[in-house]
């Protein structure tokens, strides 16, 4: 395990981090005391999927029919607020 002084880890930070970065672990010293380490990162998990989470916002089968289902022509004439350019 390296160490070194706040001073080094100041002026030689890039190189430390790709030192990090392949698998080592460094020591910060204030003098000959170690105050900090450094060492890398661990990804974030990911969340894990909760089947069922969403369960309460599916449709019913007569709400997903209303959605699927053809406009009236009294519903297209009101959708486009004009009824003479849904009969041409």
Do not use: C, F
Request: proline share 6%; glycine share 6%.
């Amino acid at each position: 395990m390296k160490s070194v002084t706040i001073h080094e880890a100041k002026t030689q930070l890039s190189r430390l981090i790709r030192e990090i970065e392949a698998g080592g672990e460094i020591i910060i010293r204030r003098g000959k005391e170690p105050v900090a380490r450094l060492i890398a990162e661990k990804p974030a998990a990911k969340p894990k999927r909760k089947p069922g989470q969403w369960a309460d916002l599916r449709l019913s089968a007569e709400e997903n029919a209303l959605l699927v289902a053809p406009m009236t022509e009294e519903e297209l004439a009101d959708w486009y607020g004009n009824d003479e350019d849904i009969k041409a």
